[in-house]
Nanobody, 124 residues
């Protein structure tokens, strides 16, 4: 089992920045591709960003491209999501997840382990 714990969420004004962190513990291995998803009230969970185990490749949803940056530190078993120029539309619960296959990074079913989520609220 792998446990994932997100942190760093909060209430900010539009245009501000936040950095989310996700700490992994348990039977971790650095070869997992990692992803961030989000779910707004009344909406389905959606892909935000993903990163390969080496950090050499990253992928983003069009809605966050150019504003969000995903990174990882395998020595610390951690993955991060730097969010800049936040918009009210970014308001959601953000989840990190450990996946199996980077080629299927957009699909939530690819991810075996999920954190409990951290709330991000952006006011206008």
């Amino acid at each position: 089992q792998v446990q994932l714990v997100e942190s760093g969420g909060g209430l900010v004004q539009a245009g501000a920045s936040l950095r989310l962190s996700c700490a992994a513990s348990g039977r971790t291995r650095s070869t997992y591709p990692m992803g961030w998803f989000r779910q707004a009230p009344g909406k389905e969970r959606e892909f935000v960003a993903a990163i390969t185990w080496s950090g050499g490749s990253t992928s983003y949803a069009d809605s966050v491209k150019g504003r969000f940056t995903i990174s990882r530190d395998n020595a610390k078993n951690s993955v991060y999501l730097q969010m800049n120029s936040l918009k009210p539309g970014d308001t959601a619960v953000y989840y990190c997840a450990a996946g199996r296959d980077y080629s299927r990074r957009y699909y939530s079913g690819n991810y075996d382990y999920w954190g409990q989520g951290t709330q991000v609220t952006v006011s206008s």
